[in-house]
Structures are given as C-alpha cells and as structure tokens.
C-alpha cells in the first residue's frame, strides 16, 4: 500500500532556479527518505532524515520534515539540467525487516 | 558500492511463457524486494525476502511467485505471462539491520508481454 504521496505530480523550472518538492504520508514513521530516478533506470538513494530531525543538508539538497503534519519537503537549489528525473518520497517504519513504502513520485524537468 | 544487477534490461515474451526475472546483489544483504512499476501508479511492492529461503507477499502477489535458494539471488518467477504484466521491474536490496537502512535498486527490467 502507499503512503507516501508527492506533490506536484509534474514541475517544469529553468535552471538556476529552486525546485520544491512535497510528501505527505500517513501514518508514524522512523524515518523519510528520497530517491532519485533518471528516465527508465533503478532509483538511486539521495537523503535520509529521521523522524526526530527537522532539517537535513546535502549539497544541494535540503529536506525538511514535520511529523506533527506528516509531510515533508525535498528543495533542489540551484537546479541544473542534469537533475531533470523522478523524485519520489519513501517512509521507513519501525519494524526492521518492514520494506519502505514509496509514493508515486514528481517528475522534475529543469529547462537549460 | 552496493551493486544490485539484474538479469536483461529488456525482455520480450509471449502470453502463456513461464519467465524468469533474475536479480543479484554483492554487499550480503539480508533483504530483497520486488517491484513493479507503471505510469501513474508508482512503485508498487510485489514480494519481498527477508533472508534465504523466506518470503512474504507485498501488495500485488498474484500472478507472481519467487525463489530466494541463496542470499545473493532473488529471482521473481511470472509462472504464465499475461499482457497485463507488462511493465518495469526493479529489484531493490538492504541490510536488515533497521529501517534506517538505504535501499539499493537493479537498473530495472522492462518486461512486455505480447
């Protein structure tokens, strides 16, 4: 089942610009995590953030999270050409062995 | 690095064959999971494995079925290939040791059925 819910479903920027990116789940998680997928590959980890962070850098990347909403954001600074791809949400759970569930995703394309 | 493979990156079948969708990871990791994928529809879990030789159903088993004999190999079986499982396959790979844990994905096979 999903839980993780993206929003836009599509967003088109010119580079240079803040690209913005929402999830929203349902239900409590030990953590939240991001995924990149470029145009018919595998998805490739990007940020992970606990359920007791706030904020997380990384380059360019900056995730908030706020469990009292169930939702966070991904913000792309500065985009570039290259990081046109499919952005999607994943939440991690308490129980070890449980899979992450992941949204449907927003589909980025940063015009040059 | 974590190098999750898979067997074909594009695979052509008729309806009715037996096909077998191989997936193999080289960082010992205890889990494995099937995934499809469809516009729209996102990535939607198929069966996963929590070590050898176990399994468990994920949200969309049916038509479906695996094999996990060693630790590096999990292979997802369509015992009749059916036109409605066309679609981008994803393995994906994790150690077991919490949910904090990263998955690592295969590059994908993109199945049609005809």
């Known amino acids: 089942s999903q839980q993780g819910e993206e929003d836009p479903q599509a967003l088109s920027i010119q580079e240079g610009e803040n690209a913005t990116m929402n999830c929203s789940y349902k239900?409590?998680?030990?953590?939240l995590q991001w995924y990149r997928q470029n145009s018919g590959r595998g998805l490739v980890h990007l940020i992970l953030?606990?359920?007791?962070?706030r904020e997380k850098h990384s380059g360019r990347l900056r995730v908030t999270l706020d469990t009292s909403k169930k939702s966070s954001s991904l913000l792309i600074t500065a985009s570039r050409a290259a990081d046109t791809a499919s952005y999607f949400c994943?939440?991690?759970?308490?129980?070890?062995?449980?899979?992450?569930?992941f949204g449907k995703g927003t589909r980025l394309s940063v015009i040059a | 690095d974590v190098k999750v493979t898979q067997s074909s990156r594009y695979l052509v079948k008729r309806t009715g064959e037996k096909v077998f969708l191989e997936c193999v990871q080289d960082?010992?990791?205890?889990?494995m999971f099937w995934y499809r994928q469809d516009p729209g529809l996102g990535l939607r879990l198929i069966y996963f494995?929590?070590?050898?030789?176990?399994?468990e159903k994920g949200d969309i088993p049916e038509g479906y079925s695996v094999s996990r004999e060693k630790k590096e190999r999990f292979s997802l079986i369509l015992e009749s290939a059916s036109t409605n499982q066309t679609s981008m396959y994803l393995c994906?790979?994790?150690?077991?040791?919490?949910?904090?844990?990263?998955?690592?994905f295969g590059p994908g096979t993109r199945l049609l059925v005809l």
């Open positions: 994906a790979s994790r150690l077991a040791s919490g949910p904090q844990e990263t998955q690592y």
């Open positions: 239900t409590s998680i030990n953590n």
């Open positions: 953030i606990r359920s007791n962070e």
């Open positions: 994943a939440t991690g759970l308490f129980s070890g062995n449980t899979p992450l569930v």
């Open positions: 960082m010992d990791h205890e889990n």
């Open positions: 494995s929590y070590d050898v030789k176990m399994k």
